[in-house]
Structures are given as structure tokens and as C-alpha cells.
């Protein structure tokens, strides 16, 4: 039998992927409009990263309180708030992987259902670069995790 964590998180990402849908941010024309900002900028994106700020503030306020989760024993949170030129490298790698394709992870796995070609590209690719950072993490720092999602 499959546990609550597990109903939660399918019904989270399917909240996440309709949300994407019903916005229109899984359409990567959009995502591109909005970064273009000397051409026919669209501010979609940013009243939906708006809306999604809102609920995350009460989100955040609400965990402080908390002693643990609802479901689970422990908040999986990051374990380093430093910036360095990995975090600052990374971002820029997909700042312009997001710009170039207007696709990130989720709008891509949403998009595997409206243009199953052209995302399945950018998964690929996407998994190829986690794989390859995997590769490189572990050789360089064997005894740390290399997966924030990894299980202990």
C-alpha cells in the first residue's frame, strides 16, 4: 500500500501541472514574452510567480509553528543558505537554458503531455546535466550527499 506521502506529493504535482496549464506557463512562447523585455513583453510570469509568493508567506509561517509536519516526521529543508560560485553558476546555466527554451523542470514534465517531442528533448537533456553533475559531485566530494532528494 502506497502511504500518505507519497497520495500527497501526486496530488501536490498535480496541482502544480494544472496550475501551470490554467496559467499558461507550460507554453514556453509565454515564458520567453515575459523575459523579452525590450521586444513584446508579457508580465504573465510574474503575476504568477505574485500569486504563488502569497501562499508560500502563509506557508512559511504556519511550518514556524509547527514542532513537524503533518505527514512525515521532519521539514526537509535546505542545509546551506551560503552563495557560492556553484549556486551562482547553476543559476545562470538555467537562467539561460530557461530562456533559451522557455522551459524549466516542472512546465517541462507538464509539457510531456502537449508536445511530447520537444520536451522529451529537454528532459533528456535536463536528466543528462543532473546526471553529469551527480558524476562530478561525487568525484569531487565522495562523502557528501550529491542529490538534495536523496533518502537517508
Known amino acids: 500500500m502506497v502511504n500518505r506521502a507519497v497520495w500527497i506529493a ?3 504535482g498535480l496541482l502544480f501541472g494544472a496550475g501551470l496549464a490554467v496559467s499558461g506557463m507550460a507554453d514556453p512562447s509565454r515564458v520567453r514574452a515575459f523575459l523579452d523585455v525590450t521586444g513584446r513583453w508579457d508580465p504573465t510570469l510574474g503575476f504568477v510567480m505574485g500569486g504563488a509568493i502569497l501562499p ?11 514542532d513537524r509536519p503533518l505527514i512525515g516526521n521532519d521539514f526537509h529543508v535546505p542545509a546551506t543558505t551560503g552563495i557560492d560560485r556553484k549556486l551562482i553558476g547553476g543559476a545562470a546555466l538555467f537562467g539561460v537554458g530557461w ?3 522557455g522551459l524549466c523542470p516542472g512546465p517541462s514534465i507538464a509539457d ?9 528533448l529537454f528532459v533528456a537533456a535536463m536528466l543528462g546535466g543532473m546526471f553529469i553533475n551527480r558524476m562530478i559531485s561525487s568525484r569531487s566530494n565522495p562523502q557528501e550527499p550529491t542529490h538534495a532528494l536523496q533518502r537517508t
Open 10 to 12: 501526486l496530488l501536490s
Open 56 to 66: 508560500m508567506i502563509v506557508a512559511w509561517r504556519i511550518k514556524a509553528r509547527l
Open 99 to 101: 530562456g533559451i527554451t
Open 112 to 120: 510531456l503531455a502537449v508536445r511530447p517531442f520537444l520536451a522529451a
